[in-house]
């Protein structure tokens, strides 16, 4: 999440007095039951999926969003974002590689099991790439589906992923998550006991949008580079606008599951019609 509302606790800075880890988050393989990784994210609101990427499809991603990181990652520079870390508003706009990410079909059918129950589609709400260069401070912890005005007990506006473009270390920034604290008796807010999800160079970390989370702070001497990309219903307002933010041209070149995801389709039978629809794809074909 890039965009600089208004969070819980936003103001309040995370600092070394959060509790040791009272819960872990638990680590799975791709070929692990799937039932049990998406039971797992249900039940703690956050794990990490180890290996997902191969190591080449994440250097060239990290390659193409390199020269942008360097001319214009400064861009969202503030208290929340923080002011030694990079980021990019749109992966797709900057890495046609970062489609093989984002659509990776394991992690569809984690959002799948997550979201499906609650709408007939979901699409891309951001996709962010983030490097949090050495010296960065730790970010406040946040549940970035406060963009959203309300919740409803036992349904997830959102899901995010963030994949690991560099291995991602507790010494380096990985991301602080508090395990359990997406559910409906978590009172703690941002003061929770945090774990953080160390993950090697392609592998991927799923939270719910309701997960206290947040980035850490960079104690070595080179940068933490992720790409975040949250998912949600797909009756919800995007938060991040990706028909103006990927230029049209480029958004033809993306596979029709891409698009789909970037919010080239409807939902259902009325929302976002379309009724020129040339191929019947806009509508009909989920
Ligand atoms: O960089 C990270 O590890 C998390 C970033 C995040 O949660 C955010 O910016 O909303």
Redesign the pocket.
């Known amino acids: ?2 965009s600089p509302v208004a969070r819980g606790n936003r103001n309040r800075p995370l600092g070394l007095e959060h509790q040791s880890t009272i819960m872990s988050i638990q680590y799975f393989s791709e070929s692990d039951s799937a039932q049990a990784q998406a039971s797992a994210l249900r039940e703690d609101g956050a794990i990490v999926v180890t290996d997902l990427a191969s190591a080449q499809l994440v250097t060239e991603v990290a390659d193409e969003l390199q020269p942008h990181f360097d001319t214009i990652g400064q861009q969202f520079e503030d208290d ?2 923080g002011h030694a ?1 990079h980021r990019l508003a749109s992966t797709l706009a900057f890495s046609m590689r970062a489609a093989d990410l984002i659509a990776k079909p394991h992690v569809l059918s984690l959002l799948d099991a997550i979201l499906l129950p609650h709408c007939t589609n979901y699409r891309i709400g951001s996709s ?1 790439g ?1 490097e ?1 260069l050495p010296g960065e401070n730790a ?1 406040v912890l ?1 549940q ?1 589906d406060v963009i959203y005005p309300m919740r409803i007990d036992g349904v997830e506006w959102q899901v ?1 992923v ?1 994949w690991a473009l560099t291995d991602f270390t507790a010494e380096n ?4 998550v508090v395990p359990g604290s997406h559910r409906k008796d978590y009172t703690k807010g941002g003061d929770g006991a945090t774990v953080q999800a160390a993950m090697q160079k392609g592998s991927a970390l799923f939270y719910l949008g309701s997960t206290w ?4 702070a960079n104690h070595s001497a080179q940068p933490r580079v ?1 790409i ?1 990309t949250t998912y949600a219903l797909g009756w919800l307002r995007q938060e991040v606008n990706h028909y103006l933010t990927v230029p049209r041209k480029r958004a033809e070149q993306f596979p029709r599951t891409v698009q789909n995801l970037m919010g080239y389709r409807g939902h259902g039978p009325y929302l976002g019609r379309f009724a020129e629809d040339p191929d019947g794809f806009w509508r009909d074909k989920h």
């Open positions: 999440m890039i929340f974002n870390t962010t983030i949090i970010q946040h970035d995010s963030m920034g990985a991301t602080h989370h947040g980035g850490g992720g975040v």
